[in-house]
């Protein structure tokens, strides 16, 4: 239903930033949850965080939070994951989705995809 493209990624040493932004084309995604999420090699896609429709709300998990930002701006039909002090155990593909109901993003079941850009931390 919406489109979404994820930019940004890239290598960097161990505590520099990256900034990633999740583009979305077919719908407005001014009504829909965004999250991020990521996936090591040989492990399993984990829940990054998330931010309501409106921006009001947001969710970061503990390994990320003090370190990660989760912003949106909806008139450019974008969000973003700022990340700092990046640490090599952040290495991952990061993926970014969207679904009108946030309890499906929480559950790891959203129903629109990005395809994935790798961020690579360096010790």
């Known amino acids: 239903q919406v489109r979404l493209l994820e930019s940004g990624g890239g290598l960097v040493q161990a505590g520099g930033s990256l900034r990633l932004t999740c583009t979305a084309s077919?719908?407005?995604?001014?009504?829909?949850?965004v999250g991020w999420f990521r996936q090591a090699p040989g492990e399993e896609r984990e829940f990054v965080g998330d931010i309501n429709h409106t921006g009001g709300n947001t969710y970061l998990t503990d390994s990320v939070k003090g370190r990660f930002t989760i912003s949106r701006d909806n008139a450019k039909n974008t969000a973003y994951l700022q990340m700092t002090s990046l640490k090599p155990e952040d290495t991952a593909v990061y993926f970014c989705?969207?679904?009108?109901?946030?309890?499906?993003?929480?559950?790891?079941?959203?129903?629109?995809w990005g395809q994935g850009t790798q961020v690579t931390v360096s010790t």
């Open positions: 077919g719908r407005s995604l001014r009504n829909y949850d």
């Open positions: 989705a969207a679904d009108a109901l946030r309890p499906r993003v929480a559950a790891g079941k959203p129903q629109n």
